[in-house]
Antibody
Framework: EVQLLDSGGRMVQRGGSLRLSCAVSGFTFRSYTMHWVRQAPGKGLEWVSSISATSLSTYYADSVKGRFTISRDNSKNTLYLQMNSLRAEDTAVYYC????????????????WGQGTLVTVSS | EIVMTQSPATLSVSPGERVTLSCRASQSIFTDLAWYQQKPGQAPRLLIYGASTRATGIPARFTGSGSGTDFTLTISSLQPEDFAIFYCQQYHNWPPVTFGQGTKLEIK
């Protein structure tokens, strides 16, 4: 059974930093692109960042570029999101998600999601 | 960036009825379109990818169709557990992937 367990969310002051983790099991982690998606309270889904299977390629939404860093440790089956210079608008539930396919050209849909971890940025 | 627009924002339907949700892309995305269902307090669940392929374990009452810029998700006979928010998402030439704003399906 595929499982993704998000953790690390908490309340943090504006300008602060936080690292989210996503521990996975039940699939060959090192073969899949992974993603972070967030959802502000009462709002829709917003893609945040993605990382290729080998970490060779990373991608960011313009809203977080230069402040967030995605990474992964394939030996530990864990995905990370380092969040710096946090703003009030970063307040959201953050989900890690697995790409549906190992075929990069067909990628981008997300077939398994973590339960989400809440990040609250206080001013 | 490709903008995804869903309609309507809210749909009130009775159990057992057939319902169609719409999603439009600001430019052609061929069939690089997914649909997700999200219930309160839960993570989204992938329903459809490739515009029309049901994900693993998704009941046959969920049908996706469309290509280019116009897409639909049809639920043939609404079950009580189907009421939720539905999002479409494009993944053509990503990043970025982009989501629609969602359609809330509520019980009439």
């Amino acid at each position: 059974e595929v499982q993704l367990l998000d953790s690390g969310g908490r309340m943090v002051q504006r300008g602060g930093s936080l690292r989210l983790s996503c521990a996975v099991s039940g699939f060959t982690f090192r073969s899949y692109t992974m993603h972070w998606v967030r959802q502000a309270p009462g709002k829709g889904l917003e893609w945040v960042s993605s990382i290729s299977a080998t970490s060779l390629s990373t991608y960011y939404a313009d809203s977080v570029k230069g402040r967030f860093t995605i990474s992964r440790d394939n030996s530990k089956n864990t995905l990370y999101l380092q969040m710096n210079s946090l703003r009030a608008e970063d307040t959201a539930v953050y989900y890690c998600a697995k790409d549906r396919t190992t075929k990069v050209v067909e990628g981008g849909s997300l077939d398994n999601w973590g339960q989400g971890t809440l990040v609250t940025v206080s001013s | 960036e490709i903008v995804m627009t869903q309609s309507p924002a809210t749909l009130s339907v009775s159990p057992g009825e057939r319902v169609t949700l719409s999603c439009r892309a600001s430019q052609s995305i061929f069939t690089d379109l997914a649909w997700y269902q999200q219930k309160p307090g839960q993570a989204p669940r992938l329903l459809i990818y490739g515009a029309s392929t049901r994900a693993t374990g998704i009941p046959a009452r969920f049908t996706g169709s469309g290509s280019g810029t116009d897409f639909t998700l049809t639920i043939s006979s609404l079950q009580p557990e189907d009421f939720a928010i539905f999002y479409c998402q494009q993944y053509h030439n990503w990043p970025p992937v982009t989501f629609g704003q969602g359609t809330k399906l509520e019980i009439k």
